[in-house]
């Protein structure tokens, strides 16, 4: 089974930039697709973004098309979230999370979560 670990969050201005990463170990990251969730307080866990087995397909929810791009390195083990024009409704913690079947919004189709990094966003 495959681990996951996110990283590249913390505080910023809204308007500013992250790029998050999700690094993967203990599985052939190359055979997954990969997915970016969110989970504000007080809210349910929703789909961000994610990512086909080689990278030529992406899928973004409402909120982060054209803000947010995913993409990945296979030789790198890495799954990245390039975040721009940050609102403080992007306000959560974001959870990176593996899939044996195909890029989806359910996240009951992901098998695999990291353990989360904190993106907060200030006016």
């Known amino acids: 089974q495959v681990q996951l670990v996110e990283s590249g969050g913390g505080l910023v201005q809204a308007g500013g930039s992250l790029r998050l990463s999700c690094a993967a170990s203990?599985?052939?990251?190359?055979?997954?697709?990969m997915g970016w969730f969110r989970q504000a307080p007080g809210k349910e866990r929703e789909f961000v973004s994610a990512?086909?087995?080689?990278?030529?397909?992406?899928y973004y929810a409402d909120s982060a098309k054209g803000r947010f791009t995913i993409s990945r390195d296979n030789a790198k083990n890495t799954m990245y979230l390039q975040m721009n024009s940050l609102k403080p409704d992007d306000t959560a913690v974001y959870y990176c999370?593996?899939?044996?079947?195909?890029?989806?919004?359910?996240?009951?189709?992901?098998?695999?979560w990291g353990q989360g990094t904190q993106v907060t966003v200030s006016s």
């Open positions: 999370a593996a899939s044996y079947y195909y890029p989806s919004a359910n996240r009951y189709e992901y098998k695999y």
């Open positions: 203990g599985g052939t990251f190359s055979r997954y697709i």
């Open positions: 990512i086909n087995w080689s990278g030529g397909s992406t």
